[in-house]
C-alpha cells in the first residue's frame, strides 16, 4: 500500500472545485484532511461536499502537525507568502499558477524549499500542454523564422460573466498574461 498523503487546501474559491472532485475521485493515496479560506462559508461548504474532516484559517491549517502538503489555491497576490508560510511550518506545497507575481519571490521561495529539504510544485498545465508546446517547437525550430513580437486577445465577455470574484484579476498579478 503505497503511503497516504494528507493535504491542506488554502483557498476554496472558483478553481478549488476541480482540485477537490479530482482529489477526492481520482488520487486514492491523498487525503484532502483540511481547508480554509477567507469566506468561512466557502470552506465549510466545501468540506462539507467532500468530507474533509477539518475546516480551518489558514494558520489553524498550517500548525496543523497531520499535514504534509498544502494546495495553495489563493489569488495570484497571496501566492508567495502562503508558499513561504507554508514552508516555514514543515509542509511542501504545490500552487496553482502563478508561483508568485514577483520573480524575486518565486526565487526566494524556491531557495526556503531547498534549505528545507521541501518540495515546491505549481500547476504546469497551461504551459506544458500540447498547444503550448507546440507553439514553442515551431517558434524553437525557426518555422515561423525569427519572431519579433506577438499579439495576444482574451476573447471572452469579461471575468464578471463566469467568476463570483473577478476583482483580483484586474489588480497587480491578476490577469491573463501572468496567468
Same mark, same amino acid.
Request: with cysteine; proline share 4%.
Given at each position: 500500500?503505497?503511503?497516504?498523503?494528507?493535504?491542506?487546501?488554502?483557498?476554496?474559491?472558483?478553481?478549488?472545485?476541480?482540485?477537490?472532485?479530482?482529489?477526492?475521485?481520482?488520487?486514492?493515496?491523498?487525503?484532502?484532511?483540511?481547508?480554509?479560506?477567507?469566506?468561512?462559508?466557502?470552506?465549510?461548504?466545501?468540506? !462539507?461536499? #467532500?468530507?474533509?474532516?477539518?475546516?480551518? @484559517?489558514?494558520?489553524?491549517?498550517?500548525? /496543523?502537525?497531520? *499535514?504534509?502538503? %498544502?494546495?495553495?489555491?489563493?489569488?495570484?497576490?497571496?501566492?508567495?507568502?502562503?508558499?513561504?508560510?507554508?514552508?516555514?511550518?514543515?509542509?511542501?506545497?504545490?500552487?496553482?499558477?502563478?508561483?508568485?507575481?514577483?520573480?524575486?519571490?518565486?526565487?526566494?521561495?524556491?531557495?526556503?524549499?531547498?534549505?528545507?529539504?521541501?518540495?515546491?510544485?505549481?500547476?504546469? !498545465?497551461? #504551459?506544458?500542454?500540447?498547444?503550448?508546446? @507546440?507553439?514553442?517547437?515551431?517558434?524553437? /525550430?525557426?518555422? *515561423?523564422?525569427? %519572431?519579433?513580437?506577438?499579439?495576444?486577445?482574451?476573447?471572452?465577455?469579461?471575468?464578471?460573466?463566469?467568476?463570483?470574484?473577478?476583482?483580483?484579476?484586474?489588480?497587480?498579478?491578476?490577469?491573463?498574461?501572468?496567468?
Amino acid at each position: 500500500m503505497e503511503e497516504r498523503l494528507n493535504l491542506g487546501i488554502v483557498g476554496c474559491g472558483n478553481i478549488s472545485g476541480i482540485y477537490f472532485t479530482n482529489l477526492t475521485t481520482l488520487f486514492p493515496w491523498v487525503r484532502i484532511e483540511a481547508c480554509s479560506e477567507l469566506i468561512e462559508a466557502r470552506s465549510r461548504a466545501k468540506a !462539507d461536499a #467532500f468530507n474533509v474532516p477539518k475546516c480551518y @484559517t489558514t494558520e489553524e491549517l498550517l500548525a /496543523d502537525d497531520t *499535514i504534509d502538503i %498544502v494546495l495553495n489555491l489563493t489569488t495570484p497576490v497571496d501566492h508567495a507568502a502562503i508558499n513561504q508560510a507554508a514552508l516555514a511550518a514543515g509542509k511542501h506545497v504545490y500552487c496553482e499558477k502563478p508561483l508568485a507575481i514577483d520573480r524575486q519571490d518565486a526565487i526566494d521561495t524556491m531557495k526556503m524549499a531547498e534549505d528545507k529539504g521541501l518540495r515546491v510544485g505549481n500547476a504546469p !498545465d497551461t #504551459f506544458l500542454g500540447g498547444g503550448i508546446q @507546440t507553439c514553442r517547437r515551431i517558434i524553437d /525550430d525557426g518555422i *515561423i523564422g525569427d %519572431v519579433v513580437s506577438a499579439m495576444a486577445f482574451m476573447v471572452n465577455h469579461g471575468h464578471e460573466s463566469w467568476h463570483p470574484d473577478p476583482a483580483f484579476y484586474y489588480q497587480r498579478g491578476g490577469g491573463p498574461m501572468l496567468d
